[in-house]
């Protein structure tokens, strides 16, 4: 049972335009989100994160927003870039946990 | 760089054999995480050291061990390998001992292949 999922397996976004991606979640334990980004060889690098006493962290040209009721999570990347095209992992930890429960990641392909 | 270091980078071995992965976590990092990504599939946890100790295991096979020296590296030991086995193996490492909003730091991977 995947309790964190991300449906979109890959997104093309336009040079300039806002990428939006989303993850959805199952276990109302989880209180810490992460977003990881992932080029090939290479691990995944921490992009930002949210706690579930907020709804909306910003970071630059990345912003990761927290629908609890919804249990679902998205980040916005504005504007997109050409060097943000990788794989973006969704992860998600319980209080009294420290191991990272992740999606399948959606690969991001932004065009010039 | 992450500053955690992974070792080798790429491992091929036949199965039934047995393998050693290595990782070094950043400096000041207690925590030590192993994870497996299998072909098209999220990182899977697998077990957690904290300063020498094991504080939570995943989804790891018996065939499958792990321990944290003094020096903080950590081993990941897999045996009588399948083919299955064939993944990629990320170390990730993080200051604290688990269960606080801390982010873990990866590694480059290992990537295992079993023939």
Same mark, same amino acid.
């Given at each position: 049972?995947?309790?964190?999922?991300q449906?979109?397996? $890959?997104?093309?976004?336009?040079?300039?335009?806002?990428?939006?991606?989303?993850c959805?979640? !199952?276990?109302?334990?989880?209180?810490?989100?992460?977003w990881?980004?992932?080029?090939?060889?290479e691990?995944? !690098?921490f992009l930002?994160?949210?706690?579930?006493?907020?709804?909306?962290?910003?970071?630059?040209?990345?912003?990761?927003?927290l629908?609890?009721?919804?249990?679902?999570l998205?980040?916005?990347?504005?504007? $997109?870039?050409?060097?943000?095209?990788a794989?973006?992992?969704?992860?998600?930890?319980?209080w009294?946990?420290?191991?990272l429960?992740?999606?399948k990641? !959606?690969?991001?392909?932004?065009?010039? | 760089?992450?500053?955690? &270091?992974q070792t #080798?980078k790429?491992?091929? &071995?036949? &199965?039934?054999?047995?393998?050693?992965?290595?990782?070094?976590?950043?400096?000041?990092?207690?925590?030590?995480?192993?994870?497996?990504?299998?072909?098209?599939?999220?990182?899977?946890?697998?077990i957690?050291?904290?300063?020498g100790?094991e504080?939570?295991k995943?989804?790891?096979?018996?065939r499958?061990?792990? +321990? +944290?020296? #003094?020096?903080?590296?950590?081993?990941?030991?897999?045996?009588?390998?399948e083919?299955?086995?064939? *993944?990629?193996?990320?170390c *990730?490492?993080?200051?604290?001992?688990?269960?606080?909003?801390?982010?873990?730091?990866?590694?480059?991977?290992?990537?295992?292949?079993?023939?």
């Amino acid at each position: 049972d995947q309790q964190v999922k991300q449906n979109s397996p $890959s997104l093309s976004v336009q040079e300039g335009r806002i990428s939006i991606l989303n993850c959805d979640y !199952t276990n109302s334990m989880f209180d810490y989100f992460l977003w990881y980004k992932k080029y090939p060889a290479e691990g995944p !690098t921490f992009l930002i994160s949210i706690s579930s006493i907020k709804d909306k962290n910003e970071d630059g040209r990345f912003t990761v927003f927290l629908n609890k009721s919804a249990k679902h999570l998205s980040l916005h990347i504005v504007p $997109s870039q050409p060097g943000d095209s990788a794989v973006y992992f969704c992860a998600a930890s319980a209080w009294g946990t420290g191991n990272l429960i992740f999606g399948k990641g !959606t690969k991001l392909s932004v065009k010039p | 760089d992450s500053g955690v &270091t992974q070792t #080798p980078k790429h491992l091929i &071995t036949a &199965t039934g054999q047995r393998v050693t992965l290595r990782c070094s976590p950043r400096s000041g990092d207690l925590s030590v995480y192993w994870y497996q990504q299998s072909l098209d599939q999220g990182l899977q946890f697998l077990i957690h050291y904290y300063n020498g100790e094991e504080r939570a295991k995943g989804n790891i096979l018996e065939r499958f061990s792990a +321990q +944290q020296f #003094p020096d903080l590296h950590s081993e990941l030991n897999l045996s009588s390998l399948e083919l299955g086995d064939s *993944a990629l193996y990320f170390c *990730a490492s993080s200051v604290a001992s688990g269960g606080e909003r801390d982010i873990q730091y990866f590694g480059a991977g290992t990537r295992l292949s079993v023939l």
